[in-house]
């Protein structure tokens, strides 16, 4: 089994919060492998909320760049909060005006990735946030980066995940 896979299949194993020992024996490896996976995966969820929080507070036209919704998927499973993730949507809508939403010449769509994070009535209560979607193929995703990092670290922090 090549690394790359073995690293794959460790991951999705985690993910199913299962002992080390079965992790090793499932991706046919050592132990000693397996623990360095995750204490890499748990650095790298450390790094994505150290640059949530600099894009939380760099306001709109901070020079702190928006972590990737990939990572912030990887960092929420890590933290053990419920989320949905997709890594191939497409949205047609290019641009929105007076409450209209406009297709361009790109019928096809804008490809991206979608996060979604729809709480409990007990977590939004406690939160105050009710839904968190971030969309990459949405046309102002980029304008509303700050707002979406600072609702992850606002519900992160309310929930004792940070």
């Not at 361009?104 to 977590?123: C, Q, V």
Request: proline residues 1%.
């Amino acid at each position: 089994m090549e690394t790359k896979n073995k690293k794959d299949t460790i991951i999705e194993l985690l993910k199913q919060d299962l002992s080390n020992d079965i992790i090793a024996l499932r991706a046919d490896c050592d132990v000693s492998y397996v623990k360095s996976v995750e204490k890499q995966i748990k650095a790298s969820a450390s790094k994505t909320i150290e640059k949530l929080k600099i894009k939380a507070e760099s306001g709109a036209f901070g020079k702190a760049r928006m972590p990737s919704i990939t990572s912030i998927s990887e960092m929420l499973t890590v933290f053990g909060v419920k989320h949905e993730y997709d890594d191939d949507v497409i949205n047609v809508v290019e641009y929105r005006s007076a409450g209209r939403n406009y297709v361009n010449s790109r019928h096809d769509g804008k490809k991206g990735k979608k996060l979604i994070i729809n709480p409990t009535k007990e977590e939004s209560e406690l939160t105050k946030i009710h839904y968190i979607e971030l969309d990459s193929s949405d046309s102002y995703y980029s304008w509303n980066t700050n707002d979406y990092a600072r609702k992850l670290v606002q519900y992160l922090t309310a929930l004792g995940k940070i």
